[in-house]
């Protein structure tokens, strides 16, 4: 059963002229001045969904996007400033981008955010997708094994460093520790001070494709699937539980995912898939260039695949593939259940923040999404 609703905010400030015809992404710069309302806007929302009930505020980690769609560069600093300011809400990280991070640094700082809020900051990490922050910062991107290689690399790193006492890895990339003098003695080991508190660590991963699945199922990382169509999410669903069998882990279907779609309630279907439009155009703008359009045809044949569509969609296209929920409450209860009934195990939903739509309508559908549709989930 669904029971944890959470949204998903990006760290976009408020777009001017936004839509299909509106300013081309690539040609948006704002001053600092306006990049950093989107602190104040995390604030404003994370106080707001507290107050509602909601269960987790995630937010993605990005550099240099001075188009303003993307502006927070160190989620676990966020998270932790943000759990200062509220008193139950988690958050989320989506993600951590590890191959732009030492994975010790990255360690010790989750350790620390995890100590600080008692729990309330919640791990994720993904390989990245922006070149120009990824090779920026020293990492490989445009070569995608090189990549895959140093993440994994990374990773061992990472769960060596919150699990073990102490603890040595030696590989391509890190000699840890180094065979260095220390106050008299060779050093063999090291231990990360801090740990987290609570171990082993709840760890979240983007699903962007299947390739990613064999990898985090039978590892126990949870997947994060966000804006897919319904038939690629159930592509993903039954490969996540069958590779997670094959590490002996018996999960529901559904189980260890969150289900992450777009949200826009109004007065009829009608209504609402007007009102969302530009914003929906807004957001595949820019995120289209970068693969992210998860839809199938009547086959199931992913969108980009030989003989399926290759196109940027419309809101339209979104509601038919159900990544687009759009329309009265009710509607929505219904189409919420309607998924709940074919994944008995999966217990979180994301409502995806539509880049473009300003954060006054957005807190208004809050409000209204935890008035009218959340209470029909709670046992």
Not at 255 to 268: F, I, Q, R, T
Request: hydrophobic share 40%.
């Amino acid at each position: 059963m669904i029971k944890k609703f959470s949204v998903l905010y990006v760290g976009q400030i408020e777009l001017d002229n936004v839509g299909l015809h509106g300013t081309p992404a690539d040609e948006r710069r704002y001053p600092n001045e306006r990049l950093v309302e989107a602190f104040q806007t995390s604030k404003e929302i994370a106080q707001l969904m507290d107050g509602l009930g909601f269960y987790c505020l995630w937010t993605a980690e990005h550099h240099f996007q001075r188009e303003g769609y993307e502006v927070f560069p160190n989620l676990i600093l966020l998270g932790t400033w943000l759990a200062t300011q509220t008193n139950r809400l988690k958050f989320g990280c989506a993600f951590n981008v590890l191959p732009m991070w030492h994975p010790i640094r990255l360690a010790e700082d989750y350790a620390m955010a995890d100590i600080l809020t008692g729990g309330r900051v919640i791990f994720g990490v993904g390989r990245g997708y922006h070149t120009r922050e990824v090779e920026s910062l020293g990492a490989p991107m445009l070569d995608n094994k090189a990549n895959q290689e140093l993440f994994e690399e990374q990773m061992d790193v990472l769960l060596k460093a919150f699990n073990e006492e102490s603890f040595s890895h030696h590989g391509k990339h890190f000699q840890i520790p180094p065979p260095v003098p220390y106050r008299g003695y060779t050093l063999q080991e090291v231990t990360l001070v801090p740990r987290p508190l609570r171990r082993p660590v709840e760890i979240w991963q983007p699903v962007a494709s299947g390739k990613t699945l064999p990898y985090i199922a039978q590892r126990g990382i949870k997947g994060m699937v966000t804006l897919n169509g319904e038939k690629i999410f159930d592509q993903v669903a039954r490969t996540y539980q069958t590779e997670a069998a094959k590490a002996g882990r018996t999960l529901a279907l559904g189980e260890d995912l969150c289900w992450g779609v777009g949200v826009c309630l109004a007065n009829s279907a009608e209504e609402a898939i007007r009102r969302i439009e530009p914003y929906h155009d807004e957001r595949y703008k820019w995120f289209a260039p970068f693969g992210f359009v998860r839809y199938a045809d009547e086959n199931g044949r992913p969108w980009g695949t030989p003989g399926a569509p290759a196109r940027m969609p419309t809101i339209r296209d979104g509601v038919e593939q159900r990544a687009w929920l759009c329309g009265p409450p009710s509607l929505v209860i219904e189409q919420i259940r309607e998924f709940e009934a074919r994944y008995p195990g999966l217990d979180q939903m994301m409502i995806h923040w539509a880049e473009g739509m300003p954060p006054a309508e957005f807190k208004e559908q809050l409000r209204w999404f935890a008035r009218e549709v959340m209470p029909a989930f709670k046992s």
